[in-house]
């Protein structure tokens, strides 16, 4: 109990002392956090998009190629960026630039290597996930939309990307929940985020462990925040699982409708047997959700066969 | 018979080794409702597709009003506009409403504005009874709604020709008097119709033309009277006694 008190004293000493110092470093985090993960999304979704062009054998030749060289690119960009850590990623931008140029070109500002670099790592990863959320929208849907006579570029903006944003919002969220604690690499390129307020306080107060409990505290406010806001950004997306009836014009209700007793029809109340469907439906996207996050995930397992799968299916 | 949109000739699709459509020559009239029935796997719905270039066929050529919509340098996207389709699955967007399904299309490939696209829509899903629903999702409508919106959303693009893919199989029996009653409505009104269907009834009774496929050929073709009464070929007569049971 001693020691609790000990620590517990110790850490509202270093607060008293470099609390100023922790927030702003928090808030640099998060700033850092949330900037990489919106650019790395967006870079994600290019690449995701990029990758999904389908073409047949009756394409032009020059088209099949660039697409395909466009695949290898991205290809490469995925492989490097997520099989090499960040730190090192950091270190090679941050110093390697100016070594290789001899300094014409590097870095001015550490806010905008650090950005730079958060951005391309997520963007690596969100690339696949991307991918994964497009390929694992019903192909209906695509033909849904070519039925009515939309170009790739309508069907994908209007039908298919919207449904895969929302397949793919449980990947954001982890990546950025990632990417809240991963960014405390950066202190490697000075950036001044809360793992280096860490620092500065034990170099200046040798309370190593005691500084160790307040970056852990504050790593899981964060997380924790964050989590909880992705649910409820996630429960926004999905809406409410009933609907108010347009009730205008009485006649025009039960125009060409039939009466059906185990569903609501517009003159029902709720009835139990409507509200039991509702929720086997809701389940049912549910399951389907997660077994489209695993999907997602298998494909990153497995990207050979995926894009041997993607081929064959535009065949 | 007034002029026709549609000509195929010579079509032919095969997957692979595997040959599903063998030289097809068909031609839609402007008016025509046309039944195509027969066996499953008999190339009724490849035939569809291929109309629609949702699958690339073989060979052969598809003229409407006289181009080939087959060379190279015409645009399909363009080209489906005029040629709607309802499907088996339905297909209704997900991520919108039943108002926001039947509007998208006009906007954005029609470019109508907002205003004309929703009040054209709401006309046609007052039509086919589904009004009230406009703000529901197609997750929380039924089988038979859903494909009652798909009708209305093929429709508010004004095509030319409306294609339809056993649009009743998927459905709950009782679901399927509701949609058959809005085809039936719809051929009333004059619409260019091409249905595939296993509605025995319906093709008897609604259509002006049917079409019976068998293993990738037209086997036989004529007016529902004469096929259903007096059918020539060994296999329609053997495929339609199936159906009298």
């Given at each position: 109990?001693?020691?609790?008190?000990?620590?517990?004293?110790?850490?509202?000493?270093?607060?008293?002392?470099?609390?100023?110092?922790?927030?702003?470093?928090?808030?640099?985090?998060?700033?850092?956090?949330?900037?990489?993960?919106?650019?790395?999304?967006?870079?994600?979704?290019?690449?995701?998009?990029?990758?999904?062009?389908?073409?047949?054998?009756?394409?032009?030749?020059?088209?099949?190629?660039?697409?395909?060289?466009?695949?290898?690119?991205?290809?490469?960009?995925?492989?490097?960026?997520?099989?090499?850590?960040?730190?090192?990623?950091?270190?090679?931008?941050?110093?390697?630039?100016?070594?290789?140029?001899?300094?014409?070109?590097?870095?001015?500002?550490?806010?905008?290597?650090?950005?730079?670099?958060?951005?391309?790592?997520?963007?690596?990863?969100?690339?696949?996930?991307?991918?994964?959320?497009?390929?694992?929208?019903?192909?209906?849907?695509?033909?849904?939309?070519?039925?009515?006579?939309?170009?790739?570029?309508?069907?994908?903006?209007?039908?298919?990307?919207?449904?895969?944003?929302?397949?793919?919002?449980?990947?954001?969220?982890?990546?950025?929940?990632?990417?809240?604690?991963?960014?405390?690499?950066?202190?490697?390129?000075?950036?001044?985020?809360?793992?280096?307020?860490?620092?500065?306080?034990?170099?200046?107060?040798?309370?190593?462990?005691?500084?160790?409990?307040?970056?852990?505290?504050?790593?899981?406010?964060?997380?924790?925040?964050?989590?909880?806001?992705?649910?409820?950004?996630?429960?926004?997306?999905?809406?409410?699982?009933?609907?108010?009836?347009?009730?205008?014009?009485?006649?025009?209700?039960?125009?060409?409708?039939?009466?059906?007793?185990?569903?609501?029809?517009?003159?029902?109340?709720?009835?139990?047997?409507?509200?039991?469907?509702?929720?086997?439906?809701?389940?049912?996207?549910?399951?389907?959700?997660?077994?489209?996050?695993?999907?997602?995930?298998?494909?990153?397992?497995?990207?050979?066969?995926?894009?041997?799968?993607?081929?064959r299916g535009e065949n | 018979m007034g002029e026709s949109i549609l000509q195929i000739h010579h079509l032919s699709k095969s997957f692979g080794s595997n040959l599903v459509l063998r030289d097809i020559d068909f031609t839609v009239d402007k008016g025509d409702v046309i039944s195509i029935i027969g066996a499953s796997g008999s190339g009724k719905s490849t035939l569809l597709r291929c109309i629609n270039l949702l699958e690339t066929p073989s060979s052969g050529e598809i003229l409407y009003h006289g181009k080939n919509v087959l060379a190279r340098g015409t645009n399909p996207a363009a080209y489906r506009a005029h040629v709607g389709m309802v499907f088996q699955s339905f297909n209704l967007f997900n991520n919108m409403t039943v108002l926001e399904n039947c509007v998208i299309g006009q906007v954005r490939v029609l470019k109508r504005d907002r205003e004309t696209a929703r009040q054209h829509a709401l006309d046609y899903l007052e039509r086919v009874g589904m009004a009230p629903y406009v703000n529901a999702r197609p997750r929380q409508i039924s089988g038979g709604q859903k494909q009652r919106v798909a009708i209305a959303r093929a429709m508010a693009m004004d095509p030319e020709v409306l294609l339809f893919d056993e649009p009743t199989s998927a459905l709950d029996p009782e679901m399927v008097g509701e949609v058959l009653n809005v085809m039936r409505r719809l051929a009333g009104s004059g619409m260019t119709m091409l249905v595939v269907t296993h509605e025995m009834a319906f093709a008897r009774d609604v259509s002006r033309r049917v079409v019976y496929m068998n293993d990738g050929v037209i086997c036989e073709q004529g007016s529902p009277e004469q096929l259903f009464g007096e059918p020539q070929r060994p296999e329609t007569r053997e495929f339609l006694s199936r159906f009298r049971g």
């Open positions: 109990m001693n020691k609790f008190a000990q620590l517990g004293a110790d850490i509202a000493r270093l607060w008293g002392k470099y609390g100023a110092a922790y927030l702003s470093g928090i808030e640099n985090t998060l700033i850092l956090a949330l900037v990489g993960t919106v650019i790395g999304c967006l870079i994600g979704f290019v690449c995701g998009v990029l990758n999904t062009i389908p073409y047949t054998k009756n394409d032009h030749p020059v088209k099949r190629f660039v697409l395909k060289l466009v695949r290898v690119i991205i290809r490469i960009y995925v492989e490097v960026f997520r099989g090499t850590p960040m730190v090192l990623q950091a270190v090679f931008l941050y110093y390697g630039l100016p070594y290789f140029t001899n300094n014409s070109v590097k870095f001015t500002s550490v806010w905008a290597a650090a950005i730079v670099v958060v951005s391309i790592n997520t963007g690596a990863y969100m690339a696949e996930s991307v991918r994964g959320g497009i390929i694992s929208v019903d192909p209906g849907q695509t033909e849904g939309a070519k039925a009515i006579g939309m170009t790739h570029v309508q069907t994908m903006t209007s039908v298919i990307l919207p449904q895969a944003l929302r397949n793919i919002m449980p990947q954001i969220g982890n990546n950025f929940i990632i990417n809240v604690k991963d960014t405390s690499v950066m202190f490697i390129i000075g950036f001044p985020d809360f793992f280096a307020a860490h620092r500065a306080a034990v170099g200046a107060s040798y309370l190593y462990f005691p500084s160790a409990s307040v970056e852990m505290i504050g790593y899981l406010t964060m997380t924790l925040l964050a989590s909880f806001l992705l649910r409820w950004v996630e429960k926004k997306m999905d809406g409410s699982s009933s609907y108010e009836l347009v009730q205008g014009d009485q006649l025009t209700m039960t125009a060409g409708t039939y009466s059906f007793p185990d569903r609501r029809s517009p003159f029902d109340e709720r009835n139990p047997e409507g509200e039991k469907s509702v929720q086997r439906e809701s389940l049912r996207r549910q399951i389907e959700r997660e077994e489209a996050i695993r999907q997602g995930q298998r494909a990153e397992q497995r990207r050979d066969n995926g894009l041997n799968t993607q081929q | -």
